[in-house]
C-alpha cells in the first residue's frame, strides 16, 4: 500500500531554515507528479509546492515563492521541500502527497495519499 512518511520538521527562529523529506512506499514513485501542503493553526490546509514526475517543473503558492525549493529524487522515491528564510506565518504541519496522476495541481483532491504531516514551528 500507498506510503508516506514526513521528516525534518522542528523549532527554530524566523530566519532560519529548515528540509523536509519524505520518503515515499507502495507505488511506482517515478510516475506521479508529487506535491507539499501545509495548514497553520486554526486554517485551511494550503498548497506550498509541487513537482513533476521527472522533477523538471515546479509549482509555488505566492506565499513561498522565491523561499521554498520542492525537489525530487526518483532513484531514492523522495522528495524534499528546503525553506529559507522562515518567517512566523510558515508555522504548521506540513505535508507530503502523492498525486492522482502526472498532472501537478495546487487543488488538494486531486491528490490521494498523503503523508502524516511533520510540525515546522518559527518563532519570532
Known amino acids: 500500500q500507498v506510503q ?4 525534518g520538521g522542528g523549532l527554530v527562529q524566523a530566519g532560519d531554515s529548515l528540509r523536509l523529506s519524505c520518503a515515499a512506499s507502495g507505488f511506482t514513485f517515478s510516475n506521479y507528479a508529487m506535491g507539499w501542503f501545509r495548514q497553520a493553526p486554526g486554517k485551511e490546509r494550503e498548497f506550498a509546492a509541487s513537482i513533476s514526475r521527472s522533477g523538471g517543473n515546479t509549482a509555488y503558492a505566492d506565499s513561498v515563492k522565491g523561499r521554498f525549493t520542492i525537489s525530487r529524487d526518483n532513484s531514492e522515491n523522495a522528495v524534499y521541500l528546503e525553506m529559507n528564510n522562515l518567517k ?3 508555522t ?6 502523492k498525486s492522482r496522476g502526472t498532472i501537478q495541481s495546487t487543488m488538494a483532491f486531486l491528490y490521494d495519499y498523503w503523508g502524516q504531516g511533520t510540525q515546522v514551528t518559527v518563532s519570532s
Not at 508516506?4 to 521528516?7: D, H, P, Q
Not at 504548521?92 to 502527497?97: D, E, F, I, P, T
Open 92 to 97: 504548521g504541519v506540513y505535508y507530503c502527497a
Open 4 to 7: 508516506l512518511v514526513e521528516s
Open 88 to 90: 512566523p506565518e510558515d
